[in-house]
């Protein structure tokens, strides 16, 4: 088993920033890719981010891209998302996941372990 718990959410302006963290317990942490994905209201969880279990490589959706930086501490079982030039469509709900394949997959189903999810809100 593997326990993520998100942290730092909030409500920012557009534009602002946002870093989230999330903390794993339980199984070896540098086993897994992590990955993150948000969901707002009335919307499927989509993608956002992930890497692997190096570090190494990460992915992005294209809607982030280039505002997004997804980064990993084995030391402290920790995963960010550090989020910048954030948008009001950037508004939900974003989750943490561990997928035991190691790999950054953007594949919903590949992720075995979920968060609480955190909430983001960015006002116009």
């Known amino acids: 088993q593997v326990q993520l718990v998100e942290s730092g959410g909030g409500l920012v302006q557009a534009g602002g920033s946002l870093r989230l963290s999330c903390a794993a317990s339980?199984?070896?942490?540098?086993?897994?890719?992590m990955g993150w994905f948000r969901q707002a209201p009335g919307k499927e969880r989509e993608f956002v981010s992930a890497?692997?279990?190096?570090?190494?490589?990460?992915r992005y959706a294209t809607a982030v891209k280039g505002r997004f930086t997804i980064s990993r501490d084995s030391a402290k079982n920790t995963v960010y998302l550090q989020m910048s030039s954030l948008k009001p469509e950037d508004t939900a709900v974003y989750y943490c996941?561990?997928?035991?394949?190691?790999?950054?997959?953007?594949?919903?189903?590949?992720?075995?372990?979920w968060g609480q999810g955190t909430q983001v809100t960015v006002s116009s």
């Open positions: 996941a561990a997928t035991s394949t190691a790999t950054n997959s953007a594949v919903r189903y590949d992720y075995d372990y």
């Open positions: 890497i692997n279990w190096s570090g190494v490589t990460t």
């Open positions: 339980g199984r070896t942490f540098s086993f897994y890719g």
